[in-house]
């Protein structure tokens, strides 16, 4: 079976020896054959069929059976180990277990009395040369087993879902010293207590670790990245039981004196630049505050006529990834890839892979980082980009939580322990000032449409999404209304939005199509900049992807409402409608004192002064935080602002306000009481919807494909019209010729059917 394998590049092209272009195009099954033709096809090829021999096998022929396979394996552990001379066996540089039968394995061999732990140890013992060895998902296999008579030390192992006798051997035993590559998620939580032996000494050269699903707390994990932190450019702790409320503060610690030299003053222009001569005095938030931006005529609107240009070359013999500083990348070398089967090919071939093995075990700070479906808060997230050093190139949050108090909602709604999770409020920090080097970006949808998610115990799914597009959505657009659009970041090329709805009442469906047409208009933009530019600097390429993560498909629910127009009962009925105090939400502050309960009261009399705009708050300061113009305001967002600062206990958290408080109404370089303005989020009361308002809800993804059919279709007329193929992107069809993939709950499969998507 033929393999894909990428055009050669020129200096493929220009080599001498021609084999070294033909070989990878050859078809796997004839690898044996050409092997006798003579030393020198024995030279080229024996190398290729024997590199990674397990992963070979369902190459040969894709409909191989199960147990055939199973079969297969049992020779080649029986026949293809002692039989085969050094030479051969030396040849051999990856174990990779990951597409085989492995229970039809286990019996195969069973017959013969070898457990699937001993094959693996006579395997390790037999390829002394091996470096990479995956096992992901075999949970009957102790990795103990690896080091039995083994005179090798591997330099990547995956071993997900795999038993294993302690995580300490990884710090004490000699065959784990050269790891690069490590994946030990999904082990048995009992473990855990291993990684107190895991210290500055262990592990050197490790640079890539996942440890997913462990159920880690923070402690742990600051503990994993007080030791590696400098090590490491990948860190996956996905499927944990982090908050972030102590790791954002350990990397700013850690990484203050790197900070400088990534923000550019020479990029003020196009970018804005951080203030740091403007402190806050008061302390009271959760987190440090992050420094404010300073903006430029053109930085605050994305406008700038160069933002698409790519930086020029640094010639600073200082600034080089030799002397162990950090440069900021010039945005057009795509970010390396983490992957197991990526970091498997440069390892077990570094003559063949020589500069993106030097890569690869490069030692630098993180800049892959991914804490999906953990508990982290929303502003968790938002200070652990802001005080980063600015190294991601990759991040992936999935979800966030909100903080918010039971009283933020209805009583009758506070007694089904809502909770919401989005990322309002925060696109700036994926702005090149916070973000100059990121790429790939996976984060909840809200960042993109402003829709907060809601979860409850005991209101149906398509309820929750007809109060938060209804009642939430206005509030954030209110208190927020920025959201991110591509401009923000020409330098980011993959955007996946996680968490997505199925169905709308129309609000979203709006929000998501609207990007999609930002997305082509970018696209304009970086056309015509190539175009001015043709002998200038080289243009930035845009955002390039984009998936959209779908939740699960609630329609279901249609079939159990009835058809009247009555409101739901299960919505309560004298709660619903009773007017809310929203001056009693606490903010993000708060969060610090769970268990700060207090009595609704009367608000008290604020203290004001007129002529320096300083307002008392509970513990004394007198920070000269604004509290709206002297004259009334038209603008709805200061008004409610205003009205919630009479309320004592929401005068807390002093701090800079972000461009989305600029954007609601707040003058640039003022403080303002963060857990009022958050407080804004809370809805007025809320009438019930009927069934025809859910029935009435669209499929987003629908929707979506509608449109994406109708711009290709626009697009393809407008190429008839001009009689030729390359024609103006963006208006007046809006076609995105990106990739547009979309992902459902529950299936690994992506759709990019490219008569709709593409």
Request: charged share 20%; glycine share 4%.
């Amino acid at each position: 079976m033929a393999h894909t394998v990428p055009p050669p590049t020129y200096q493929d092209a220009i080599h001498r020896d021609w084999l070294r272009v033909v070989a990878p195009r050859i078809p796997v099954q004839y690898y044996a054959r050409l092997c006798l033709v003579s030393k020198r096809f024995y030279q080229r090829f024996a190398p290729l069929l024997w590199n990674d021999p397990l992963a070979m096998r369902p190459r040969w022929n894709e409909w191989t059976e199960y147990k055939e396979e199973a079969e297969w394996f049992r020779r080649f552990v029986l026949s293809h180990t002692d039989p085969v001379r050094p030479a051969t066996r030396a040849l051999v540089k990856s174990l990779d277990l990951r597409g085989l039968a492995m229970d039809a394995a286990s019996f195969s061999l069973s017959s013969y009395n070898i457990s699937i732990n001993k094959a693996l140890a006579i395997l390790s013992a037999s390829f002394p040369n091996v470096s990479c060895i995956l096992l992901d998902d075999r949970h009957q296999i102790d990795v103990k087993s690896l080091t039995h008579n083994s005179h090798g030390a591997p330099l990547l192992l995956s071993t997900p879902g795999c038993l294993t006798s302690g995580l300490s051997a990884f710090a004490t035993s000699s065959y784990f010293r050269r790891l690069v590559y490590l994946d030990i998620s999904d082990m048995p939580c009992e473990r855990l207590a291993g990684f107190s032996s895991w210290n500055h000494d262990s592990l050197l050269d490790l640079r890539i670790l996942k440890i997913q699903g462990l159920q880690m707390n923070d402690a742990v994990a600051i503990g994993i990245f007080d030791t590696f932190s400098n090590r490491l450019w990948s860190l996956d702790m996905s499927r944990n039981r982090l908050t972030g409320r102590e790791l954002p503060i350990r990397i700013q610690q850690r990484a203050l004196a790197e900070v400088d030299s990534l923000h550019w003053k020479a990029r003020f222009d196009v970018e804005g630049t951080l203030d740091e001569s403007r402190e806050i005095a008061v302390s009271g938030a959760v987190f440090p505050h992050l420094q404010p931006i300073e903006e430029s005529h053109w930085s605050s609107t994305f406008s700038h006529p160069d933002r698409y240009l790519a930086d020029a070359p640094v010639y600073d013999g200082l600034e080089s990834p030799a002397s162990g500083s950090f440069i900021r990348a010039n945005g057009l070398v795509r970010i390396k890839d983490d992957s197991a089967t990526a970091v498997k090919k440069i390892l077990s071939d570094p003559q063949q892979y020589p500069i993106e093995y030097a890569d690869v075990t490069h030692s630098r700070n993180v800049t892959h980082l991914y804490v999906n479906s953990n508990r982290l808060s929303t502003w968790g997230v938002i200070h652990l980009i802001g005080l980063s050093p600015n190294r991601l190139e990759h991040f992936e949050c999935n979800s966030m939580l909100l903080d918010t108090r039971n009283d933020f909602f209805p009583r009758w709604l506070s007694k089904m322990s809502p909770r919401l999770s989005g990322l309002v409020g925060a696109a700036h920090i994926f702005r090149p000032i916070y973000s100059q080097n990121l790429q790939k970006l996976r984060i909840h949808h809200s960042l993109v449409t402003q829709l907060l998610s809601i979860e409850t115990e005991g209101l149906t799914t398509m309820a929750s999404l007809w109060l938060a597009e209804t009642f939430l959505l206005p509030r954030a657009e209110l208190a927020y209304p920025q959201a991110y659009v591509p401009d923000m970041n020409p330098r980011l090329r993959s955007l996946i939005l996680t968490k997505v709805p199925r169905y709308s009442s129309g609000p979203l469906i709006t929000k998501l199509i609207g990007f999609l047409k930002l997305a082509s208009i970018q696209e304009r933009a970086i056309q015509d900049a190539r175009a001015q530019t043709r002998h200038g600097p080289p243009v930035l390429p845009g955002l390039e992807h984009i998936r959209i993560e779908f939740e699960h498909d609630p329609s279901q629910e249609l079939d159990e409402i009835s058809d009247d127009e009555t409101q739901f009962s299960f919505f309560g009925d004298s709660d619903w409608g009773t007017s809310l105090n929203t001056s009693e939400a606490l903010g993000p502050a708060d969060a610090r004192q769970p268990n700060a309960n207090y009595r609704r009261s009367e608000p008290e009399t604020e203290q004001r002064n007129s002529e320096s705009g300083r307002l008392s708050d509970p513990d004394g300061h007198t920070p000269n935080a604004w509290r709206g113009p002297d004259q009334p305001s038209s603008n709805p967002a200061v008004k409610e602002y205003m009205r919630l600062l009479t309320n004592p206990r929401l005068r807390r958290s002093v701090e800079h306000p972000t461009p989305a408080h600029i954007a609601a109404g707040v003058p640039p370089g003022v403080l303002i009481y963060g857990n009022a303005w958050h407080a804004i989020l809370q809805p007025p009361s809320m009438p019930m919807p009927t069934s025809a308002d859910l029935r009435a809800m669209s499929d987003v993804l629908d929707a979506i494909r509608r449109y994406r059919k109708e711009t290709l279709a626009s697009f393809a007329k407008a190429q008839r019209d001009a009689g030729r193929l390359d024609i103006p992107l963006g208006a007046p069809h809006f076609h995105w010729s990106g990739n547009v993939e979309v992902m459902m709950q529950g299936s690994s499969a992506y759709y990019t059917d490219s008569r709709h998507w593409r």
